[in-house]
């Protein structure tokens, strides 16, 4: 009779990265690198020599910037960590080290050693809440309606008998409507809530400078304002 091997046990399989980011930003990203790139390249090829070098010196000084502000901000967050990737910073925060995360006219995190952190891929939209609150409004607005149309029209005559009750949508919808980004705060408050005491949510605080960023931009910089000062 042979004995079985002892099997490994099976690690745990990390969780998948939710990833925030800002479609608008996004969208603003595209827009702007390409007029950047179309008129950038343009003064490449058709200016003089002194146009070139200001050409390309703009172009080194401007596109990573207008990438690390626009395309490049998200939030990564799992079971274990959060994961801040700002235009010129990387923060890494275990749940355990976080103490609240903050709504106001921008969106941060709150460590326990009480430095904040601001959420880029998660701007704040004032106009998108008043949207919200009006669509919250309205909504309650027509389930009063329909409260009152079916109380007056129970025995089949009333507006409520006749079907004239409100639109089945909004008024529908149970709870206050939310902006997107406030619903993406909603979730990472409930991340945080569940996970915060976990043992494998503990840790220490990293901050991580993009040097990727800011050596082009430097770089660009100083060429730009060497070039303006010899001619």
Do not use: C
């Amino acid at each position: 009779m042979t004995t079985p091997e002892h099997q490994p046990p099976t690690p745990d399989p990390v969780s998948k990265d939710r990833v925030y980011r800002s479609p608008m930003g996004i969208g603003g990203g595209v827009a702007l690198l390409a007029i950047t790139l179309w008129l950038g390249v343009d003064a490449l090829v058709r200016g003089e020599s002194r146009t070139q070098w200001l050409a390309l010196a703009a172009l080194i000084l401007i596109v990573p910037l207008a990438a690390a502000f626009t395309l490049r901000p998200a939030v990564y967050a799992n079971e274990d960590r959060l994961r801040i990737r700002n235009p010129l910073r990387v923060i890494v925060l275990p749940w355990g080290q976080i103490a609240a995360l903050r709504s106001g006219y921008s969106n941060e995190v709150v460590a326990k050693s009480g430095t904040r952190f601001q959420l880029w891929a998660v701007p704040v939209s004032l106009r998108a809440r008043k949207k919200a609150a009006r669509r919250t409004a309205r909504a309650a607005s027509e389930r009063s309606a329909a409260a009152r149309g079916e109380r007056s029209g129970r025995g089949g005559l009333g507006a409520g008998g006749l079907g004239f009750g409100a639109p089945r949508g909004e008024a529908d919808v149970d709870g206050p409507m939310r902006a997107e980004t406030d619903k993406v705060m909603d979730d990472l408050r409930g991340l945080l809530e569940h996970r915060e005491k976990a043992e494998s949510a503990q840790g220490e605080v990293t901050v991580r400078w993009a040097y990727e960023v800011m050596g082009p931009a430097v770089a660009g910089a100083v060429l730009l304002v060497i070039l303006l000062m010899v001619s």
